[in-house]
């Protein structure tokens, strides 16, 4: 539902930004393991990300008033729930995750969090 309803919004000119962020949270809803956020200014110019920045934090103000904080209730309250148990703290960490970027989704990305791989001298020694 949250797919549809991005690519619905996204039917408006207007509602593109908007529907974007919709769409990205439905895929860290279908998987959200592995994945680590990170900010898509990390890699610019200090000058075009300044002017990024900005208008990140203009569209994440007016998204926090309007949608985003019912969505963040609702992460945090089930994650809490998810925490009751030991094997759901996995899933309410995900989901205090989920939170995070339904409060403020502009400016956020997703990427593969780095594998961590053993050298090859302690490998053999197990």
């Given at each position: 539902?949250?797919?549809?309803?991005?690519?619905?919004?996204?039917?408006?000119?207007?509602?593109?930004?908007?529907?974007?962020?919709?769409?990205?949270?439905?895929?860290?809803?279908?998987?959200p393991f592995g994945k680590s956020l990170v900010y898509t200014t990390d890699g610019m110019d200090p000058d075009t990300a300044?002017?990024?920045?900005?208008?990140?934090?203009?569209?994440?103000?007016?998204?926090?008033?309007?949608?985003?904080?019912?969505?963040?209730?609702?992460?945090?309250?089930?994650?809490?729930?998810?925490?009751?148990?030991?094997?759901g703290i996995p899933f309410g960490w995900q989901c205090f995750k989920l939170m995070y970027i339904c409060f403020r989704p502009?400016?956020?990305?997703?990427?593969?969090?780095?594998?961590?791989?053993?050298?090859?001298?302690?490998?053999?020694?197990?």
């Amino acid at each position: 539902t949250w797919f549809v309803t991005g690519l619905v919004i996204c039917l408006t000119i207007v509602g593109i930004p908007c529907g974007w962020q919709v769409i990205k949270i439905s895929v860290f809803l279908l998987f959200p393991f592995g994945k680590s956020l990170v900010y898509t200014t990390d890699g610019m110019d200090p000058d075009t990300a300044c002017c990024h920045n900005c208008c990140h934090c203009l569209l994440n103000v007016v998204w926090a008033l309007t949608a985003g904080w019912i969505l963040a209730i609702q992460a945090f309250l089930t994650g809490i729930a998810f925490c009751v148990t030991i094997i759901g703290i996995p899933f309410g960490w995900q989901c205090f995750k989920l939170m995070y970027i339904c409060f403020r989704p502009f400016g956020i990305d997703f990427s593969a969090e780095g594998e961590t791989t053993l050298p090859a001298t302690y490998a053999t020694m197990y």
